[in-house]
């Protein structure tokens, strides 16, 4: 029997560069055959040698144009083809990922506020932190902001909050510290509230907001719930103050705060009507107390209550006399525009005073600023920007246990917490190494599962990198790409791939937004100085229109306000 041979499946012959071509590519006015091939070509080919014949060797890099290239009418000559410059390739998207593995959205669907765009797709980048979390792409709304001085910190959260104003969300800046959003409100029409030298506002820090007005409309059960959650935040903000001042108040202190809390406001006597009160109030209670108070307490007599409360008494009373005297010891004269799509508490006047009494007003405006929002009813978000946070941080522990609190609350509340700063030590600043505060400021940055960082020196890349778990090439983006150029951030979305995000502003916007307004008016715009000495930095006159920002906007300022709103 014999065994016939194995057939050989024969290799099919390869495709010529013309039918490769064909698959992918519009072959209109693209040669596909050799020159050599081409009846046109003389018989000694454009690349030959002089002397060379035919059927000698001959160059790889033929010439396949005159020397001077095409000539097209109208266009003079061009080195390559018109057809070859743009071709139009033709393939599925399978294969154009293949050939284009690196050019890919960025996942970020196009809703909410358009910022700028991503750099390495080219596609608008869109921000909506609340609709982040409703797709799952973060567990919470929270963004922090890092960057050094002059890099965009300032214009890109303005130019966020401006842009969400279209989408009903509305934003109060708890503390500006140094004025930087002044311009905008002022541009949209609002006035906002400067606290400090020479300005007439006063903020009750006790203040009970819209509550006292609804009081008689809810019922024992909500009266109750309502009055506990007030004298808990009430008690957390004034052994917060005490903190500050240098006195650690024990559990019995904050026992005996509550309870003069809850005798000033009224709600001992069977939740008829609640009474406004102060911290002066507090104060006086404290060093004159009732009879019945301190029996209540517990305590063996009047003695051993004033000896007991003696230096939280002395604490909160430096509040009344010391550096923030009047300023928040007194009734709330103003009221806020709750309609507004923006609410400003001005600090810049508080400057002279001093860091601790901008960290004790930072301290009071986020304790004042989150009961009321938390008593609003009309469902809205908020962004609420915490510029340089950790000044009210360094205030003590339960400074910085409040601020986690409000981190932790944002979903239920239906905020959007923005902490701005400039690098991750400024946590570190908050306390001893090693202490409670550190750990808890450090565990913030959890809480904020957006990351905005712009550009940063070569050692603060290093803290962000271990901070943030950050990859060498993003990295690489914050101490490279960001430094060379404003508004420009590595976006950072939980654990996701950081993006190249591309802040851009319309020539309105970067006049509102200008920071360095101040810088430019200097005296070299004014006559020379006869002394010969050096330029003098002169004040910006603020004008009706919206403040020396809007002075090189162009049109009127109705119009302007058009264009933001």
Same mark, same amino acid.
């Given at each position: 029997?014999? @065994?016939?041979?194995?057939?050989?499946?024969?290799?099919?012959?390869?495709?010529?560069?013309?039918?490769?071509?064909? +698959?992918?590519?519009?072959?209109?006015?693209?040669?596909?055959?050799?020159?050599?091939?081409?009846?046109?070509?003389?018989?000694?080919?454009?690349?030959?040698?002089?002397?060379?014949?035919?059927?000698?060797?001959?160059? /790889?890099?033929?010439?396949?144009?005159?020397?001077? %290239?095409?000539?097209?009418?109208?266009?003079?000559? $061009?080195?390559?083809?018109?057809?070859?410059?743009?071709?139009?390739?033709?393939?599925?998207?399978?294969? /154009?990922?293949?050939?284009?593995?690196?050019?890919?959205?960025?996942?970020?669907?196009?809703?909410?506020?358009?910022?700028?765009?991503?750099?390495?797709?080219?596609?608008?980048?869109?921000?909506?932190?609340?609709?982040?979390?409703?797709?799952?792409?973060?567990?919470?709304?929270?963004?922090?902001?890092?960057?050094?001085?002059?890099?965009?910190?300032?214009?890109? /959260?303005?130019?966020?909050?401006?842009?969400?104003?279209?989408? %009903?969300?509305?934003?109060?800046?708890?503390?500006?510290?140094?004025?930087?959003?002044?311009?905008?409100?002022?541009?949209?029409?609002?006035?906002?509230?400067?606290?400090?030298? %020479?300005?007439?506002?006063?903020?009750?820090?006790?203040?009970?907001?819209? @509550?006292?007005?609804?009081?008689?409309?809810?019922?024992?059960?909500?009266?109750?719930?309502?009055?506990?959650?007030?004298?808990?935040?009430?008690?957390? !903000?004034?052994?917060?103050?005490?903190?500050?001042?240098?006195?650690?108040?024990?559990?019995?202190?904050?026992?005996?705060?509550?309870?003069?809390?809850?005798?000033?406001?009224?709600?001992?006597?069977?939740?008829?009507?609640?009474?406004?009160?102060? @911290?002066?109030?507090?104060?006086? &209670?404290?060093?004159?107390?009732?009879?019945? *108070?301190?029996?209540?307490?517990?305590?063996?007599?009047?003695?051993?209550?004033?000896?007991?409360? =003696?230096?939280?008494?002395?604490?909160?009373?430096?509040?009344?006399?010391?550096?923030?005297?009047?300023?928040?010891?007194?009734?709330?004269?103003?009221?806020?525009?709750?309609?507004?799509?923006? +609410?400003?508490?001005?600090?810049?006047?508080?400057?002279?005073?001093?860091?601790?009494?901008? $960290?004790?007003?930072?301290?009071?405006? %986020?304790?004042?600023?989150?009961?009321?929002?938390?008593? &609003?009813?009309?469902?809205?978000?908020?962004?609420?920007?915490?510029?340089?946070?950790?000044?009210?941080?360094?205030?003590?522990?339960?400074?910085?246990?409040?601020?986690?609190?409000?981190? =932790? !609350?944002?979903?239920?509340?239906?905020?959007?917490? !923005?902490?701005?700063?400039?690098?991750?030590?400024?946590?570190?600043? /908050?306390?001893?190494?090693?202490?409670?505060?550190?750990?808890?400021?450090?565990? *913030?940055?959890?809480?904020?599962?957006?990351?905005?960082? *712009?550009?940063?020196?070569?050692?603060?890349?290093?803290? *962000?990198?271990?901070?943030?778990?950050?990859?060498?090439?993003?990295?690489?983006?914050?101490?490279?790409?960001?430094?060379?150029? +404003?508004?420009?951030?590595?976006?950072?979305?939980?654990?996701?791939?950081?993006?190249?995000? &591309?802040?851009?502003?319309?020539?309105?916007?970067?006049? @509102?937004?200008?920071?360095?307004?101040?810088? =430019?008016?200097?005296?070299?715009?004014?006559?020379?100085?006869?002394?010969?000495?050096?330029?003098?930095?002169?004040?910006?006159?603020?004008?009706?229109?919206?403040?020396?920002?809007?002075?090189?906007?162009?049109?009127?300022?109705?119009?302007?306000?058009?264009?933001?709103?």
């Amino acid at each position: 029997m014999s @065994i016939s041979p194995r057939r050989r499946r024969r290799r099919p012959p390869p495709r010529s560069t013309g039918e490769l071509l064909a +698959q992918f590519t519009d072959l209109d006015g693209i040669p596909v055959t050799r020159p050599d091939s081409n009846p046109a070509v003389p018989a000694r080919a454009a690349g030959e040698r002089p002397g060379r014949r035919s059927g000698g060797r001959q160059r /790889v890099n033929q010439a396949t144009a005159p020397a001077q %290239g095409p000539r097209e009418p109208g266009r003079g000559w $061009a080195a390559v083809d018109a057809s070859r410059r743009a071709p139009i390739y033709r393939a599925t998207t399978a294969e /154009v990922g293949g050939l284009f593995p690196l050019l890919a959205s960025n996942g970020v669907p196009a809703i909410g506020a358009r910022l700028g765009y991503d750099t390495q797709s080219g596609g608008a980048f869109y921000v909506h932190p609340t609709e982040w979390v409703l797709r799952q792409m973060v567990t919470n709304p929270n963004l922090v902001v890092f960057g050094e001085p002059g890099r965009g910190k300032s214009s890109s /959260v303005v130019a966020l909050m401006l842009r969400m104003m279209l989408f %009903g969300v509305r934003s109060l800046i708890s503390g500006d510290v140094k004025g930087e959003y002044t311009p905008l409100l002022r541009s949209l029409g609002i006035t906002p509230i400067a606290l400090g030298r %020479g300005s007439p506002h006063r903020l009750n820090a006790l203040d009970l907001g819209p @509550i006292r007005a609804r009081w008689a409309g809810w019922g024992v059960e909500r009266q109750r719930e309502e009055l506990t959650g007030i004298t808990a935040r009430w008690t957390r !903000l004034l052994t917060a103050l005490a903190e500050a001042q240098g006195y650690d108040p024990t559990v019995t202190d904050e026992l005996v705060l509550s309870t003069v809390l809850t005798r000033l406001v009224g709600a001992s006597d069977g939740y008829t009507e609640l009474r406004p009160i102060t @911290i002066p109030q507090v104060v006086a &209670q404290l060093a004159a107390p009732t009879d019945d *108070l301190w029996r209540e307490l517990r305590f063996a007599d009047r003695r051993q209550f004033l000896d007991h409360t =003696r230096q939280i008494t002395d604490a909160l009373s430096n509040l009344v006399v010391g550096p923030l005297a009047g300023l928040f010891d007194e009734p709330t004269n103003f009221d806020l525009d709750w309609d507004a799509p923006v +609410q400003s508490m001005d600090l810049s006047l508080l400057r002279s005073r001093g860091d601790q009494a901008i $960290a004790v007003a930072l301290t009071c405006l %986020g304790s004042w600023s989150s009961m009321i929002t938390d008593l &609003q009813d009309d469902g809205d978000v908020r962004i609420v920007v915490r510029d340089e946070v950790w000044r009210q941080m360094r205030l003590g522990l339960r400074a910085v246990q409040a601020v986690d609190s409000d981190l =932790r !609350l944002s979903r239920a509340e239906r905020k959007i917490q !923005l902490l701005v700063m400039h690098k991750p030590s400024d946590l570190l600043s /908050v306390g001893a190494a090693g202490s409670q505060e550190v750990s808890i400021a450090k565990d *913030l940055l959890a809480l904020c599962s957006t990351r905005i960082l *712009l550009g940063q020196s070569t050692r603060v890349g290093d803290e *962000l990198a271990d901070e943030l778990g950050l990859s060498e090439r993003e990295q690489a983006v914050i101490t490279g790409w960001a430094m060379e150029g +404003q508004g420009r951030a590595l976006w950072k979305l939980e654990n996701r791939p950081g993006m190249k995000i &591309q802040t851009v502003l319309s020539a309105t916007e970067r006049a @509102i937004f200008d920071t360095n307004a101040g810088l =430019r008016a200097t005296a070299l715009d004014q006559p020379a100085d006869p002394t010969g000495g050096r330029p003098r930095l002169v004040a910006v006159p603020a004008t009706a229109g919206g403040g020396p920002a809007l002075a090189g906007a162009g049109g009127d300022p109705a119009r302007r306000n058009g264009t933001h709103r």
